[in-house]
């Protein structure tokens, strides 16, 4: 009979526990503990990507290998009238004037959310900020900058930034040391002019800013050794677990974009996270970010 007594003790033990487990939950339920667990965490959650990540910008280092030795800041879309304005702006330029060692300063644009909503006259005024920075400073314009049908602010863009000591690239080439510097405009109203490439071939050093991972596309050749690109925002608010199955079907760009480094045998393409927001006034586990890139 002993074994039949040990048998109804340990099977019973599991009955014994499960019982337990239940008035326990029963007793949590009832008191809604779960509950308020679940809602103090949507909170912590809310407060986190609504007062604390839009802010607190960092600062990131990437090593990326070609054939020449340069050190830039690449920065990027800070959608002007949308949620922040001057004073962000300021914060930027404190930040990019601590960082030292750097060739120039990189600058993707979308310089502006909503055209329409944008007073041309301030611009110059909200830019000012850049005039402090003592290394050089290239940027192109995004698609938010000349977005279409709403007013085409490209000019007054243009020439806030230029006054405060920025150089344009409108489909052009600049001589930056010993590399090919070019600035391309964005894919997306197709006024990337990609042919501009073809008088490079692969032993030349050549950096492209650009505004769309897209145009990597349409290069005939990979005479590009690096492309620095924006747009994607790098998913404003990344979901943990899931954000590799929702990108493709959230992000701007025709081809599977996310964020960092890509690189193939011949070329590298950067995608950089961006400075401001759009839509909701919100980040998750992706905060402003100033990338600093040693090329070697």
Partial sequence: MSWIFHDIVFYGSYVIAAYLVYTFLKKVIRFQILWIIFRGFLALVFVRARFYEPY???????????????????????????????????????????????DAILIAW????????????????????????????????????????????????????????????????YALWNVNLVGLWPHLWGEDRVTILDQFSKVDNVLVLTHNPDTTRVYKDQTADVTLVWHTHCGQIRFPFIQDLIRPHIYPVVGDFDCGLYKDSASRLYITPWLWEVILPMRLLNPPQIDILRLR
């Fill in 56 to 102: 607190k910008i960092v600062v990131k280092e990437t090593m990326i290998d070609v054939w020449f030795k340069k050190n830039v800041v690449l920065i990027a879309d800070l959608h002007i009238g949308a949620y922040k304005g001057e004073s962000y702006v300021q914060k930027i330029v404190w930040k990019l004037r601590e960082i030292n060692d750097i």
């Fill in 110 to 173: 979308d310089l502006t959310y909503n055209p329409k909503k944008i007073d041309a006259e301030s611009l110059e005024k909200i830019f000012s900020a850049f005039s402090q920075i003592q290394i050089p400073v290239f940027f192109v314009l995004g698609n938010h900058d000349i977005e279409k049908p709403w007013p085409d602010l490209r000019k007054n863009l243009v020439d806030a930034m230029t006054k405060n000591w920025a150089i344009f690239l409108h489909n052009d080439v």
